[in-house]
């Protein structure tokens, strides 16, 4: 399994051009409901078992699907959630996303880099 430690503004890219495929995103909805096979998810998406395939494995190059076959006989193959790297994209994502990183700065160019000494600001309408 595939864990992502610190990911990089790189890897969050790569994250969200994933997601951003609908169809890869009913799928994380449906294996956060817990594993499932590929007819599972073609019946409830109503899609052919190689586009379901496809998509998989996308969500599995990415680090956010686990793959394991049946012990008993290796045909069926069941898909979940790779919950640590889920909790990394959750956090990362949460922190990145965080109004509270909005910080007061001004721009060192361009005509909003000029500051007015305050002496020079005159208040009210005595003018």
Not at 36 to 53: D, K
Not at 73 to 94: C, G, K, M, Q, S
């Amino acid at each position: 399994m595939m864990v992502i430690e610190q990911p990089t503004t790189q890897q969050l890219a790569h994250w969200l051009k994933v997601l951003a495929e609908p169809r890869r995103l009913q799928i994380l909805n449906l294996l956060m409901a817990g594993v499932q096979c590929n007819c599972e998810l073609g019946e409830q998406l109503a899609l052919a078992p190689n586009l379901i395939s496809h998509h998989l494995s996308v969500l599995r190059k990415a680090g956010l699907v686990e793959v394991e076959r049946d012990a008993a006989d290796a045909r069926w193959v069941y898909y979940a959630i790779n919950r640590p790297n889920l909790e990394v994209l959750n956090t990362a994502f949460a922190a990145f996303f965080d109004p509270g990183r909005i910080q007061a700065r001004q721009p060192s160019c361009g005509p909003q880099a000029t500051v007015v000494p305050d002496d020079l600001i005159t208040v009210g309408c005595d003018s």
